[in-house]
């Protein structure tokens, strides 16, 4: 670590801001309940403390009887203990916002701790009274700091209108900028009414808003775009399915966010969703850039065998089944022979579809050339990383396919009990330069024009106000000119 360094001094020694892309904040579960009382009475304040329980009541159950109940371990002491310093900053905005410069951050986006599980709460009436009173009460703390911190806004997604109320209320009326969607939304399975419930649990759906789900959310996604918002995605994927370990956290924490944005990621891109709207932004939180430069890799992969023209190839009608008896017979396998000369026409696993459906898995994607992949997924994606993420540097390297450039982004995770300093995330990003694993102009990158382009594509005027707004313009109005020389 550049312990020499103070984040001050590297920020100084800087020619471009820093915006910390993903921020947490600790909310104190007694006074922030009360507070969501006065905005959304009792099933708000009550949904709210009941949300919380979660960690306390797996903790207090035993490892055996967690196994039978299929109750993943929880994350014991999972705030800032010993540097109470940095636990008091976590709790209180305005300490926070004081802190700033020391921190080496010029503006901050600010997510939740507590919220983080909010949208996943199974009743929607309860679900939305929260939200609603956890918005409200978000907004309130941070208001006066909106020059340096903005928080995200946290919306539900079990229905496309319960997101399209939320993000109308937190845009309009409370200026949210920054948007905080679930994902992998619990499906009940119908077939799961009335048993016990924890069984019911593993019986269900997980819908990732882009592909087979029951509802059609083009709808959200034109709302984000008609009020400037950008959605990003901080969703958990520990707890359940193969993450789900009833005696250690490590193996249910190490790679959760990164599977939950996976996922929904997935999702969006299979399901056409970049390729309907083209100039919107998505991002997904705190689960590294990694498993975004795989996906990406991945899904160009799939396509040449899995895509219309690479299933030409894979057509088992153009099998010479006369050519493969031949073969047969030759290297003597008899019971093989036999087992062939049973079956009318020679069936084969490859003579099987599915139900009618169309083979082609990137139908709604619409690929016809190489700037396609540019457009439908390294454009349009971005992806929080921790600052000592050894991984961060991949996204900067030559390796991608089409001479992609994967959308790494700063995210500092301060708040949380994996930082132990709040001093040391901005130091532990610039050893990336100091160790020439990436170039001062990928730092500049990773650390500013990223998160510019994120929200400031949605919303030319994020960043008016902030003491960013200069360099942030010029950076839009860079990345807007080869656009506009390409359109002339």
């Not at 960043?463 to 960013?468: A, D, H, N, Q, S």
């Amino acid at each position: 670590m550049s312990a020499k360094k103070s984040p001050e001094e590297i920020r100084k020694n800087l020619k471009h801001p820093v915006i910390d892309g993903d921020g947490h904040w600790v909310e104190y579960t007694p006074v922030f309940a009360e507070k969501i009382r006065k905005v959304t009475g009792d099933l708000g304040a009550d949904g709210f403390i009941a949300s919380q329980q979660r960690i306390p009541s797996a903790l207090n159950m035993t490892r055996q009887q967690r196994k039978e109940r299929a109750v993943a371990m929880e994350g014991f002491w999972g705030r800032q203990a010993v540097n109470t310093h940095d636990r008091a900053t976590a709790m209180m905005p305005r300490m926070f916002y004081d802190r700033l410069d020391e921190l080496g951050i010029d503006f901050g986006i600010v997510y939740p701790t507590a919220g983080l599980g909010i949208p996943r709460i199974a009743d929607e009436a309860t679900r939305k009274a929260v939200i609603r009173g956890f918005n409200v009460v978000t907004h309130d703390y941070f208001k006066e700091f909106s020059n340096r911190l903005t928080p995200a806004a946290v919306i539900g997604v079990g229905t496309p209108e319960e997101a399209i109320e939320e993000l109308e209320f937190c845009v309009r009326q409370l200026g949210s900028k920054v948007a905080m969607f679930g994902s992998g939304v619990r499906r009940p399975m119908k077939q799961a009414k009335g048993v016990d419930p924890d069984i019911a649990k593993a019986s269900a759906f997980f819908d990732q808003l882009g592909i087979d789900s029951e509802y059609d959310y083009d709808p959200v996604w034109q709302k984000c775009r008609e009020l400037g918002v950008a959605p990003t995605f901080h969703t958990g994927g520990r707890g359940y399915g193969e993450r789900m370990s009833p005696s250690n956290f490590t193996f249910n924490h190490i790679g959760h966010f990164a599977a939950a944005g996976h996922n929904v990621a997935k999702a969006l891109f299979l399901g056409g969703v970049t390729r309907r709207f083209p100039d919107l932004r998505f991002a997904f939180l705190e689960g590294g850039v990694g498993w975004g430069c795989q996906l990406y890799c991945d899904l160009i992969e799939h396509w040449e065998r899995r895509g219309a023209k690479g299933l030409e190839d894979m057509d088992p009608t153009k099998l010479d089944r006369k050519y493969l008896r031949e073969m047969v017979d030759k290297y003597g396998y008899p019971d093989i022979a036999a087992e062939l000369d049973k079956r009318d026409g020679w069936p084969l696993e490859e003579d099987f579809l599915t139900g009618g459906e169309p083979p082609d898995d990137y139908i709604h994607c619409n690929i016809t050339k190489k700037q396609d992949w540019i457009d439908l997924y390294a454009k349009p994606y971005y992806f929080g990383c921790e600052a000592d993420d050894a991984m961060n540097s991949v996204a900067f390297g030559k390796a991608m396919p089409l001479g992609a450039r994967i959308n790494a982004l700063y995210s500092s995770d301060i708040g949380h009990f994996d930082v132990k300093d709040m001093r040391n995330p901005l130091r532990q990003a610039w050893e990336l330069v100091e160790d020439e694993l990436i170039t001062e102009d990928d730092f500049k990158e990773f650390t500013f024009s990223n998160s510019v382009r994120l929200w400031g594509t949605q919303n030319p005027r994020f960043f008016e106000g902030t003491p960013v707004a200069k360099e942030a313009a010029a950076v839009l109005r860079e990345s807007a000119a080869p656009v506009r020389a390409a359109a002339e």
